[in-house]
């Protein structure tokens, strides 16, 4: 004999209606005084088992049943997902009316315009909102014992590299319990992505243009730190380079005491670079490059 315990959280003042659910077990055994050789020797127990009676929010006779779906399992940005919802009213007299569905996307996915299309036709779609990454869809009803189809695409950002892939929609309508279905769509960063490069150098600037020439040499084992954190030292010919770096606006800034004997250069054409950092726009999969000038602390070595 076999005991299922199953509990369900029943909220306050919510219609409750119980579900029984039978459960069968069986078991064998070899009984050591039999003879060996006699085939019937493995014992079986006769299945037996118990009934068990759980409690569910509202009517049996009203449920409601959502299935998510996609045209593809995995994806990467750049590319179009359809979503499928398929909505069941497994009622057998009652009407849901209305019908909610809210589907949450997850992170990087972008609905796109117009592309909601129902079935069957005419659809009976009254109102559609998207209202950041959640999606709106109101029905006027949903008969009984009938599917409701909803489809409709979204594009993969960069920014989706970073999501979980996973999206939950919900269906509700007045006297129904509510249903959930979950998604999850695996993210592959492809040949797109959020990050890009920054390179740059550090150099004696002896004429005070920003730009290095011929004679203006790299200066090593000078520290540049990102807005983001990480740090880089330059090498022997003043150069340096961070791959990977996540996509917008950066910030680099160079750790004058890195170098002792040397001070920013001061620029005669451009007032903006004349500051320890640099601000530069990096776009996904781009390049930018940030420069930094400086000078001896006492001109030596200047024109």
Same mark, same amino acid.
């Given at each position: 004999?076999?005991?299922?315990?199953?509990?369900?959280?029943?909220?306050?003042?919510?219609?409750?209606?119980?579900?029984?659910?039978?459960?069968?077990?069986?078991?064998?055994?070899?009984?050591?005084?039999?003879?060996?050789?006699?085939?019937?020797?493995?014992?079986?127990?006769?299945?037996?088992?118990?009934?068990?009676?759980?409690?569910?929010?509202?009517?049996?006779?009203?449920?409601?049943?959502?299935?998510?779906?996609?045209?593809?399992?995995?994806?990467?940005?750049?590319?179009?997902?359809?979503?499928?919802?398929?909505?069941?009213?497994?009622?057998?007299?009652?009407?849901?009316?209305?019908?909610?569905?809210?589907?949450?996307?997850?992170?990087?996915?972008?609905?796109?315009?117009?592309?909601?299309?129902?079935?069957?036709?005419? !659809?009976?779609? &009254?109102?559609?909102?998207?209202?950041? #990454?959640?999606? /709106?869809?109101?029905?006027?009803? %949903? @008969?009984?014992?009938?599917?409701?189809?909803?489809?409709?695409?979204?594009?993969?950002?960069?920014?989706?590299?970073?999501?979980?892939?996973?999206?939950?929609?919900?269906?509700?309508?007045?006297?129904?319990?509510?249903?959930?279905?979950?998604?999850?769509?695996?993210?592959?960063?492809?040949?797109?992505?959020?990050?890009?490069?920054?390179?740059?150098?550090?150099?004696?600037?002896?004429?005070?243009?920003?730009?290095?020439?011929?004679?203006?040499?790299?200066?090593?084992?000078?520290?540049?730190?990102?807005?983001?954190?990480?740090?880089?030292?330059?090498?022997?010919?003043?150069?340096?380079?961070?791959?990977?770096?996540?996509?917008?606006?950066?910030?680099?800034?160079?750790?004058?005491?890195?170098? !002792?004997?040397? &001070?920013?250069?001061?620029?005669?054409? #451009?007032?903006? /670079?004349?500051?320890?950092?640099? %601000? @530069?726009?990096?776009?996904?999969?781009?390049?930018?490059?940030?420069?930094?000038?400086?000078?001896?602390?006492?001109?030596?070595?200047?024109?």
């Amino acid at each position: 004999m076999s005991t299922l315990l199953v509990y369900a959280r029943v909220p306050m003042m919510a219609a409750v209606a119980q579900v029984t659910i039978p459960n069968t077990v069986s078991g064998a055994f070899d009984d050591p005084s039999d003879d060996p050789d006699d085939p019937n020797r493995r014992r079986r127990l006769a299945p037996d088992g118990n009934e068990t009676t759980i409690l569910v929010e509202g009517d049996t006779e009203a449920l409601l049943r959502i299935t998510k779906t996609a045209d593809k399992s995995a994806a990467e940005p750049g590319d179009v997902v359809i979503y499928r919802l398929l909505v069941e009213n497994l009622s057998s007299t009652n009407v849901a009316s209305p019908v909610t569905v809210v589907d949450n996307l997850p992170r990087g996915l972008e609905y796109i315009e117009n592309s909601v299309n129902t079935a069957p036709t005419p !659809p009976n779609l &009254t109102s559609f909102t998207v209202s950041g #990454r959640q999606l /709106n869809f109101q029905f006027d009803s %949903l @008969a009984a014992e009938s599917i409701m189809q909803i489809l409709y695409a979204v594009t993969l950002t960069p920014d989706s590299v970073r999501g979980s892939g996973i999206n939950v929609a919900t269906a509700v309508a007045p006297g129904f319990p509510s249903a959930q279905a979950e998604f999850r769509l695996t993210i592959r960063p492809g040949i797109l992505s959020d990050c890009g490069t920054i390179i740059g150098r550090v150099f004696v600037d002896k004429n005070f243009d920003g730009e290095q020439q011929p004679g203006e040499a790299g200066v090593p084992n000078a520290v540049i730190y990102l807005d983001d954190g990480n740090r880089i030292i330059t090498d022997p010919d003043g150069l340096f380079s961070m791959a990977n770096v996540v996509s917008g606006n950066r910030v680099g800034v160079i750790d004058l005491s890195s170098l !002792p004997g040397y &001070t920013l250069a001061p620029n005669l054409y #451009r007032l903006e /670079n004349n500051s320890q950092s640099r %601000l @530069a726009r990096l776009e996904p999969g781009g390049l930018v490059r940030m420069n930094f000038a400086v000078t001896p602390t006492y001109g030596e070595g200047q024109n």
